[in-house]
């Protein structure tokens, strides 16, 4: 039988198996991408849309380090905005509309041009470990597949159970099979398995949709694009509409709440809190008399509209009930019902910072086989993964990134340190440095470590060379250019609410006040040079913002003091004096690598922290 040898397998081409088998195969290894429907790759089964705050930051990121999302987002967009834009700019988020179809195909056009990378439409049903090494995979046709290193993407597929009211089945998601055999093996192997379940809305028919009454929500109307490397573009055929349940809508759910799985009992499991049902706002909120419904298209040859904020598992007759109550939609037809699923996890902090298991040398996990909820948390991790297992096969260190340098981090350090207890999304509430973390400097931020793991090309990493340059040269500039108190000057602060100068200052100085743009200076600073946008942007903000970046700096160089001092591995933790019993039961779960990953453990006291650090100590005098 035909022997087939990779350096990496990567099984389901979710959006976490794509990044992973893209940076994998990008970088040079051999990479096999196994999963259960070929026509389903980077499939959206919810909302059709990638960004927003926290999710669009990590869109960008994934574009910095060389990933895919934002370029494939870029394809497929029918609509975008830049969100929160009346805050300041570390919450500033794109968020954009996607023709879904256009994504997958997309996508599967990318990997299937992808060089070092295979496709194959199988069902992987058992892993191969011999020593707690992998070794490969075996698919339900028998064959056998041969790779020191895998990583396991299989989303929501594992003993995936459907809910529509009262009637339920086994799927790893609305119409596709469940993997069964996979998540028996993985429980044999002797994973600790949690269980998690999220739902989705339904499909209406845009024909059936009444838009008069609703509010229009249009696309941006200044050029805007996912990815660094893309030129924003204008969309103009798309609109979002707004409206809103009310009482009769809420009765209707109260109605035959009995027959909701998620309210009855009948799934036990955790739901995301972040992401709530419509059913549980309702019980929740009692008091709240009407929620906003999102009508979001879903591309340009469908004439399916996602109903953002109506998620459910109502019986299919209660949903088309409840929506016939809600302006606008009085004569909706469903094309396609809401539901809810439920599907086990593997608790993440049986995970490295690599993503690779603590258990199997070379297995790694990505995406919501993790817990997590949401493509771009998915995509992140596959991109990790997939660098980390090409670094695990060439003998050399991973790439780990810390909490002040990327949200991807955030995200994997709450995974390892913290696990989940429901499903986890991202939000920007979640970083500590999230002034430092915006999604117009993820560049400047990460694509260095991009270059350097060989997912950013020469070419490109030369432009970005020559951007940081100018914007550096801008600041200097400015700090040089003195305005004086003429009489121009002073009409155009009048014009601009903020107080005329009475003496000489530079440019620098008056931008950062907040009724001062870059933009709206030119006509007093004549030797202005002319500069991309992305440019102006990065002066504008990191002059405007200077004190807070650098108070913010400041807190972070304390964070890498605790970061950077190492725990040594494999101590035995019940042996040390002084630690709490949850606290050596904690650590030796764990095994945290830093003094600052072992702070943020929950359920670790201070005092265990000193206990911790006193031994430490000891050991290195021992050893001197
Ligand atoms: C009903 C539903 C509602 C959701 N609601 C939201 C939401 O509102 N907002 C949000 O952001 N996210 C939502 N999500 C979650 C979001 O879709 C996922 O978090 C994201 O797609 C996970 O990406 P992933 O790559 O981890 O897995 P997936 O995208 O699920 O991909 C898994 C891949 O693995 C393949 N596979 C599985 N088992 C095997 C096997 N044994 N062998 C070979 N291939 C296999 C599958 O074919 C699939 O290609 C929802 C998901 C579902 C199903």
Request: proline fraction near 4%; charged fraction near 25%; glycine fraction near 8%.
């Amino acid at each position: 039988m035909k022997k087939y040898q990779y350096d990496v397998i990567v099984v389901g081409a979710g959006h976490a198996g794509c990044e992973a088998a893209l940076a994998a195969a990008k970088i040079g290894a051999k990479t096999l991408l196994v999963t259960s429907n070929l026509d389903n790759i980077a499939l959206m089964p919810c909302n059709p849309s990638i960004g927003g705050p926290g999710k669009g930051h990590v869109a960008r990121e994934i574009d910095a380090l060389g990933g895919e999302m934002a370029k494939n987002t870029d394809k497929a967009t029918i609509h975008i905005r830049m969100l929160n834009t009346s805050k300041g700019p570390a919450m500033w988020a794109l968020r954009a509309q996607i023709d879904k179809k256009l994504y997958t195909q997309e996508m599967i056009y990318t990997l299937q041009t992808q060089e070092n990378l295979d496709l194959k439409q199988e069902m992987v049903t058992e892993l191969i470990i011999n020593n707690q090494q992998i070794e490969g995979v075996i698919v339900k046709s028998g064959l056998k597949f041969s790779s020191p290193a895998v990583i396991l993407a299989t989303g929501t597929f594992l003993n995936g159970k459907i809910y529509i009211g009262k009637t339920t089945y086994g799927a790893g998601r609305g119409g596709e099979l469940a993997s069964i055999n996979l998540a028996e093996n993985l429980k044999e192997l002797g994973f600790k398995i949690g269980r998690l379940n999220t739902c989705t809305p339904p499909r209406i028919d845009r024909r059936t949709v009444n838009f008069s009454s609703m509010k229009e929500q249009k696309s941006a109307d200044i050029p805007l694009a996912f990815s660094f490397e893309n030129e924003g573009k204008i969309y103009k055929n798309f609109s979002v509409f707004l409206t809103r349940t009310n009482q009769k809508t809420h009765q209707v759910i109260r109605n035959n709440i009995h027959r909701v799985p998620l309210s009855n009992g009948t799934i036990q499991s955790a739901a995301i809190r972040y992401c709530p049902s419509v059913e549980d706002k309702i019980i929740r909120f009692p008091q709240k008399e009407s929620h906003q419904i999102f009508l979001e298209p879903e591309g340009y040859h469908t004439e399916e509209i996602y109903l953002q904020g109506f998620f459910t598992s109502l019986p299919a007759d209660a949903q088309q009930e409840a929506l016939h109550t809600i302006r606008g939609l009085e004569n909706c037809e469903i094309i396609r019902y809401g539901y809810a699923i439920e599907y086990d996890i593997i608790y993440p902090n049986q995970l490295k910072y690599s993503l690779e298991t603590k258990m199997i040398r070379g297995l790694f996990l990505a995406g919501q086989i993790n817990g997590t909820s949401g493509y771009e948390e998915a995509a992140e991790q596959g991109l990790m993964a997939g660098i980390n297992a090409v670094q695990l096969i060439a003998g050399k260190n991973p790439l780990i990134l810390d909490r002040s340098e990327a949200y991807i981090a955030v995200e994997i350090d709450d995974l390892v340190t913290k696990s989940v207890t429901e499903p986890y999304r991202l939000r920007t509430g979640l970083a500590e440095y999230r002034l430092l973390l915006r999604q117009d400097n993820a560049d400047l931020r990460l694509i260095s470590y991009g270059y350097k793991v060989g997912l950013i090309a020469e070419e490109r990493y030369k432009k970005f060379i020559k951007k940081k340059e100018l914007i550096e040269k801008e600041k200097e500039r400015l700090k040089e250019v003195i305005i004086h108190p003429t009489e121009e000057v002073n009409n155009l602060l009048y014009k601009l609410n903020t107080t005329p100068l009475s003496q000489a200052a530079n440019l620098t100085t008056l931008l950062t006040r907040p009724e001062v743009t870059y933009q709206q200076t030119v006509s007093i600073d004549p030797q202005r040079p002319k500069l991309p946008t992305a440019v102006t942007e990065q002066v504008e903000i990191q002059i405007k913002y200077a004190g807070y970046i650098k108070r913010q700096k400041t807190q972070v160089k304390i964070f890498k003091k605790l970061e950077n001092y190492k725990i040594p591995q494999g101590i035995d933790y019940f042996k040390i004096h002084g630690i709490s019993h949850e606290g050596r039961e904690r650590f030796s779960e764990i095994q945290p690598i830093s003094l600052g990953q072992a702070k943020r453990i929950s359920g670790i006291t201070p005092a265990d922290i000193t206990a911790l650090m006193i031994n430490i100590e000891k050991m290195k005098r021992t050893k001197k």
